[in-house]
Structure formats: structure tokens, C-alpha cells
């Protein structure tokens, strides 16, 4: 099988809840989603996603995505898209990093992989140890009175897993943690996560002031040495995301006992390939995960399901749905949350289908 065809479109999400914002003042109401088609000889077609949570979270700019693709597009065609590892050496070695850029070629790959196998990508990526699974919701930062009220609304959706959006002035941090915790049940969980928002002294504070507190603590600053000086602080649970960015990262933060959950985003490390290999590599470790991207819609959510299908159940901490916040759906088949829980497709490959006419004539298109 070869690559015959390579078609890149870009879609407009909007969120149903208006805006979403996080630390250091950041928030956004809008997002540029590229959806990638891999066309081949065989009449087999894939599809990947990737969609930045605009231009200030993580390396990644959403409209010089379609520049990179036609950097390292041309170096695919002819290639035999089963061949996912090489499919990936090709990329790294034509464009340092940018790893946002090589995710969705990687998922496409990996969708014409389970359909030429008659598999689903869940079973490929290790075998199906979950069906379904409890999602988590994120709760945009906001003040304490309406963070708890949200937490409140998702409650009656079934949700029971929350990440609360902090990293801002520690007084108003603490207000938030407390007054969520206060709506929570016994069994709900919480992750007080400040997206690299404080300064080691503040984030010290929060700590301190929630110790005897139910939640976990995410990614505090901005540097595993600022986290580490953070984590000596406190005996509150550890997440670690934004500075997980490859293997190595991933063994350096494991040997210094940085963190107890990790965040494996799929378009930060490259897709699904490598998010595979460190996913597999936590399991070793003995690390909890969440396993998600930093935003996405239908085919992002369904690839993040079967990735979570195939890890062991002990080893999954949580995960969330992002096409549940978008109001533009391209795939009537993709998974829906249901009660706060989500479904692994069963279908080959990504096990859904998408409705062409939705993603407009492409803006870039390679053969």
C-alpha cells in the first residue's frame, strides 16, 4: 500500500460555554482545528486531527500547521502508511520538534492501519482493557463562587472528576479549591491544575493552605526544578504536565520522584506512536496517567479513547472529551460522553466515519 494523496482542512470550533481560560490571564472562545485525510492506492483513507489551544499554550500555532505539512507531506507520498514507525523516523528526520505538526499524519496513519486490519486502533495500540471510562471536566478559572457553581452544573451531568483551572493569585486560588471541594462528594476527585501559572513562592502557599485538603496539585510552575522545590512541600499528589515533553523528560521527573500522575498529550509528543511508547513506559513505572490533548474534536476524542481502551485500568487516572465542548461535530459516529463516561469505538481504525461535506474544500492539498 502507498500514499497517494495527502488533504489538509482547517475548521473554526467555538465553545458552547462561551470562553475558557486558565492561568497567567490566558483564555480563548475559539479554536483552528486541521483535519489531515491520507488517501492511498488501495482506496483507503485516514484521518488525524490536531487543534491548539490557541497560540499561547505549548509550541504550537495553529495556521502554520499546512506550512509545516507541506514541508514534510511530499517525503510521505509513495510511503506504505502501515508502516507507522518509519512513517515517523521520515518526519523527525525531515523537521526537528514541531511534534504538534507530525500528529495528525501519525493518527492518519495509524486509522488506515486498523482498517486495512480489520481492527480497531484499540487493539492495535495494545488490546482492549476498558470499554468505557469516567472522564473528567475542566472548569474554566473564573471566580470561586461561579468555579463552584459550574462544578455544581457538571455534577448533574454525571461528572465526578474535575480539573479546576488556578494559577492565579494565591488567595483567590484557595477560595477556588476550597469552595469546589465544598459542592464535592467523598468518591468525586479534584486536580487543582495551574498550568504553569505560579511562582515557586505562591505556589508554596497554596499548598500549605490546602494540605489537609482532597486534591491533587498539576503542574505548579513552569520547570521541573521549580515543580521539585514545590513537591518538597507538600505530601499532597503530584501531576505533572507541560514539562513531560519525550522520553527523556519522562525518566529525568520519574528518577527525581517528581510526580505521581502524568499528563500524556498526544500532539505534544507526536501522536499516537509515541504517546504508545510513553504510555507503555509509565505502565513499567508504575505512573498513573491522563491521556488526552490539549484540545480537539471528534477525531482527537476518538483517538484519545482508544489509547485509553488500550491501557491497563489500574493506570488510568482520567481523561476528557473535548468534542463535548465544541459546537461543530464532523462525525456522527464519534464518541459521546454519556453520564460523565465515554466509549472506546469498536469499529477498525478509529471506528468512525467523517462526513466530508463538513470540512469545506482544503486548504492544502499534496499528491
Given at each position: 500500500m502507498k500514499i497517494t494523496r495527502i488533504k489538509v482542512y482547517q475548521l473554526d470550533y467555538r465553545l458552547l460555554d462561551q470562553e475558557y481560560a486558565w492561568s497567567r490571564g490566558y483564555a480563548v472562545e475559539s479554536f483552528v482545528?486541521?483535519?489531515?485525510?491520507?488517501?492511498t492506492d488501495e482506496e483507503l483513507n485516514?484521518?488525524?486531527?490536531?487543534?491548539?489551544?490557541?497560540?499561547?499554550?505549548?509550541?504550537?500555532?495553529?495556521?502554520?500547521?499546512?506550512?509545516?505539512?507541506?514541508?514534510?507531506?511530499?517525503?510521505?507520498?509513495?510511503?506504505?502508511?502501515?508502516?507507522?514507525?518509519?512513517?515517523?523516523?521520515?518526519?523527525?528526520?525531515?523537521?526537528?520538534?514541531?511534534?504538534?505538526?507530525?500528529?495528525?499524519?501519525?493518527?492518519?496513519?495509524?486509522?488506515?492501519?486498523?482498517?486495512?486490519?480489520?481492527?480497531?486502533?484499540?487493539?492495535?495500540?495494545?488490546?482492549?482493557?476498558?470499554?468505557?471510562?469516567?472522564?473528567?471536566?475542566?472548569?474554566?478559572?473564573?471566580?470561586?463562587?461561579k468555579m463552584s457553581a459550574d462544578v455544581s452544573r457538571f455534577k448533574e451531568e454525571g461528572y465526578k472528576r474535575f480539573q479546576l483551572k488556578v494559577g492565579g493569585v494565591p488567595d483567590e486560588d484557595i477560595k477556588r479549591i476550597k469552595s469546589v471541594l465544598d459542592v464535592l462528594d467523598p468518591e468525586d476527585i479534584l486536580v487543582a491544575d495551574a498550568n504553569t501559572g505560579w511562582?515557586?513562592?505562591?505556589?508554596?502557599?497554596?499548598?500549605?493552605?490546602?494540605?489537609?485538603?482532597?486534591?491533587?496539585?498539576?503542574?505548579?510552575?513552569?520547570?521541573?526544578?521549580?515543580c521539585l522545590v514545590v513537591r518538597q512541600h507538600t505530601r499532597l499528589p503530584f501531576v505533572l504536565d507541560e514539562v513531560i515533553k519525550d522520553v527523556s523528560s519522562l525518566l529525568r521527573a520519574n528518577r527525581e520522584r517528581a510526580m505521581d500522575v502524568v499528563n500524556l498529550k498526544l500532539s505534544r509528543l507526536g501522536g499516537l506512536t509515541k504517546d504508545k511508547q510513553m504510555?507503555?513506559?509509565?505502565?513499567?513505572?508504575?505512573?498513573?496517567?491522563?491521556?488526552?490533548?490539549?484540545?480537539?474534536?471528534?477525531?482527537?476524542?476518538?483517538?484519545?479513547?482508544?489509547?485509553?481502551g488500550s491501557t491497563r485500568s489500574e493506570f488510568y487516572f482520567t481523561s476528557t472529551d473535548f468534542n463535548s465542548y465544541n459546537d461543530v461535530h464532523i462525525a456522527e459516529d464519534a464518541p459521546r460522553r454519556k453520564d460523565g463516561w465515554l466509549e472506546v469505538p469498536s469499529g477498525p481504525g478509529l471506528g468512525i466515519h467523517i462526513d466530508e461535506k463538513k470540512l469545506g474544500e482544503p486548504v492544502l492539498s499534496l499528491e
Amino acid at each position: 500500500m502507498k500514499i497517494t494523496r495527502i488533504k489538509v482542512y482547517q475548521l473554526d470550533y467555538r465553545l458552547l460555554d462561551q470562553e475558557y481560560a486558565w492561568s497567567r490571564g490566558y483564555a480563548v472562545e475559539s479554536f483552528v482545528s486541521t483535519v489531515i485525510k491520507i488517501s492511498t492506492d488501495e482506496e483507503l483513507n485516514g484521518f488525524g486531527e490536531v487543534c491548539p489551544l490557541g497560540s499561547a499554550y505549548m509550541d504550537s500555532y495553529a495556521r502554520g500547521i499546512p506550512d509545516g505539512i507541506a514541508e514534510i507531506g511530499p517525503l510521505l507520498i509513495g510511503q506504505d502508511p502501515c508502516q507507522v514507525r518509519s512513517i515517523n523516523s521520515i518526519m523527525d528526520r525531515a523537521l526537528g520538534g514541531h511534534n504538534y505538526i507530525k500528529s495528525p499524519l501519525d493518527m492518519a496513519c495509524w486509522d488506515i492501519l486498523g482498517q486495512k486490519a480489520g481492527l480497531s486502533l484499540c487493539t492495535l495500540l495494545g488490546g482492549r482493557f476498558i470499554k468505557s471510562f469516567p472522564l473528567y471536566r475542566a472548569i474554566s478559572q473564573g471566580s470561586a463562587e461561579k468555579m463552584s457553581a459550574d462544578v455544581s452544573r457538571f455534577k448533574e451531568e454525571g461528572y465526578k472528576r474535575f480539573q479546576l483551572k488556578v494559577g492565579g493569585v494565591p488567595d483567590e486560588d484557595i477560595k477556588r479549591i476550597k469552595s469546589v471541594l465544598d459542592v464535592l462528594d467523598p468518591e468525586d476527585i479534584l486536580v487543582a491544575d495551574a498550568n504553569t501559572g505560579w511562582l515557586m513562592h505562591k505556589a508554596i502557599r497554596v499548598v500549605n493552605a490546602v494540605e489537609k485538603e482532597d486534591v491533587y496539585i498539576e503542574q505548579p510552575c513552569s520547570s521541573l526544578e521549580e515543580c521539585l522545590v514545590v513537591r518538597q512541600h507538600t505530601r499532597l499528589p503530584f501531576v505533572l504536565d507541560e514539562v513531560i515533553k519525550d522520553v527523556s523528560s519522562l525518566l529525568r521527573a520519574n528518577r527525581e520522584r517528581a510526580m505521581d500522575v502524568v499528563n500524556l498529550k498526544l500532539s505534544r509528543l507526536g501522536g499516537l506512536t509515541k504517546d504508545k511508547q510513553m504510555r507503555d513506559i509509565c505502565e513499567s513505572l508504575g505512573i498513573a496517567m491522563t491521556i488526552e490533548d490539549s484540545w480537539g474534536g471528534d477525531i482527537t476524542t476518538a483517538a484519545i479513547a482508544h489509547l485509553v481502551g488500550s491501557t491497563r485500568s489500574e493506570f488510568y487516572f482520567t481523561s476528557t472529551d473535548f468534542n463535548s465542548y465544541n459546537d461543530v461535530h464532523i462525525a456522527e459516529d464519534a464518541p459521546r460522553r454519556k453520564d460523565g463516561w465515554l466509549e472506546v469505538p469498536s469499529g477498525p481504525g478509529l471506528g468512525i466515519h467523517i462526513d466530508e461535506k463538513k470540512l469545506g474544500e482544503p486548504v492544502l492539498s499534496l499528491e
